[in-house]
């Protein structure tokens, strides 16, 4: 489910500008794989050069996979929809499970015409295979009330050489951004289940099951690292090649007896420094966190993450939000986190994956004024009164197996930039791989609804920044760092009224498909 905290913001001026066409020489960065028995396979490879402003899927063996490009935030997923098909560019979401696009007669379209231009704007009197299934039906209620409201439809959804027909979405008329979502979770999460559980239709998911490219409802994700280029999603199979030792199966926890997300309990969290001494650690934990890439960072409770915010010495901006220097990327500290009690997975992730780079309308950085660098922005928050979520911060580190079918989750540490690769199908109540199943913990989630839509708007704000001081508490081992330092913020080195932290970066189209990562 899309979200996103202040300080993550994009300028949609500046997205229009790093969108590109494709060219006779993408082509050649691109493998379509031989076709094996009940194997549908998509390549790609990017050379996307880091921090520019750059106008910038793989096995069928009843496995669907797509490759996806990391850019830092949102993962962005090249489809096309109706005939002849019209491409589109949609956030791939495992916290949601509606697809939804913008119609070209849409506010938002109206309102920015050149983004929905180039990440896809729907027009149904262009489409033969456009199927009108509910006007003014659809609408998605986030929990700040923003919404998104429209039409349903069926149409003919391609992914590549993957064609699904009758595909039921939304159609937006009105929205916030340019750019939809394809979610890819319970059927029972469907904004029409708010209406009538009677009333939901079978998903992305479920169609590619129904329409036999996949044996069961279920899909592995590797986000791969923080500053790498690749990734994939797998619908249908495992790649044993993505992760160390063994997946470790963990039950979803129901909310109120449905399964509606993938929750999950979280039973210890810990920060190990530089040495590998514990610099703090709470075990004997039940919290119900759900596993979202539509989610940038991860949400914890104030009880958890306030010492470890004091530990790092995050400071909250009023202009930049939560922010660190950017040199605490380089620390080899880590924090782990474990999830089922006894026997069950622990995943490290190094304190780098949450810090990412704050950039200003000219690209440039802000720098703390006692000279201690650059200002970075800190990816590890409170949930405050919201649900306890672990977006890409968390699952870049964590190979993660999502088996709707079995209600189950599969987790491993993830093998960075791997270039490896075994692909094994998923056909059974068991996944490939899994060696126990951790249930020694449980943890009940309470929380009901979506969670709010990643803002697309920009903010605006004065050139001087203010900031408390921050000291930390924890070795991170990185200079300037050093417990009881303290910190403030300066004023961006150019005159600007508007912040973006970072920037768009847009794979190009492969046989009609990619993924996109957004950097935000």
Known sequence: MPFSSPKVLLGLSALTLLLFHVSDATASLFTLHKRLPKVVAFDFRKEVPRNTLTNH?????????????????????????????????????????????????????????????????????????????????????????????????????????????DMTMGLAIQATRPFGIMGIGYDADESIAAVSLTSVYPNIVAQLEAQGFISTLAYSLWLNDLNSLTGSILFGGVDTAKYHGNLVVLPVQA?????????????????????????????????????????????????????????????????????????????????????????????SV???????????????????????????????????????????????????????TNNQIGMAQ????????????????????????????????????????????TKSGTTQATAAHGSPTFNLCVPGSKKGAAFAVGPPRIEVTTVITGLVLILSFAFGSSVVLLRW
Request: glycine share 10%; proline share 4%; with cysteine.
């Open 57 to 165: 899927l793989r096995k069928r063996q009843k496995t669907v996979t797509a490759s996806i490009d990391n850019a830092e935030i949102a993962y962005l997923i090249n489809m096309t929809i109706g005939t002849p098909g019209q491409p589109f560019s949609v956030q791939l979401d495992t916290g949601s499970s509606d697809i939804w696009i913008p119609a070209v007669d849409s506010d938002v379209c109206q309102q920015d015409q050149q983004s929905c231009r180039n990440l896809g704007q729907y027009d149904s009197s262009a489409s033969s295979s456009y199927v009108d299934a509910g006007k003014n039906q659809f609408q998605i209620q986030y929990q700040d009330n923003s919404a998104v409201q429209g039409d349903y439809i069926n149409e003919t959804l391609a992914i590549g050489n993957t064609v699904i027909k």
């Open 255 to 347: 909310t109120n007896g449905t399964y509606k997300d993938f929750t999950v309990a979280l039973s210890s969290v810990s920060v190990l420094d530089c040495s590998g001494a514990v610099q703090f650690a709470q075990t004997n934990l039940a919290l119900p966190v759900i596993l979202d890439s539509g989610t940038t960072d991860a949400y914890l409770p104030d009880s958890v993450i306030n010492p470890i915010l004091g530990g790092v010495g995050v400071i909250n901006d009023n202009e930049y939000g939560a922010i660190v220097p950017c040199d605490v990327a380089n620390s080899p500290a880590t924090l782990s986190f474990g999830f089922g009690g006894n026997g069950g997975q622990t995943i």
């Open 350 to 404: 190094g304190l780098s994956e949450f810090v990412t780079p704050i950039y200003n309308e000219q690209g440039l950085q802000p720098t703390f004024r006692d000279g201690a660098g650059t200002v970075c922005s800190w990816g590890l928050m409170s949930s405050g009164t919201g649900p306890i979520l672990f977006g890409d911060a968390f699952l870049r580190s964590a190979y993660v197996v999502y088996d709707l």
């Open 414 to 457: 993830t093998v960075f930039n791997t270039t490896d690769t075994n692909v094994v199908e998923i056909s059974g109540s068991s996944i490939p791989g899994a060696s126990i199943t951790a249930s020694a913990v449980m943890a009940s989630q309470t929380f009901s609804g979506i969670p709010q839509e990643t803002n697309a708007k």
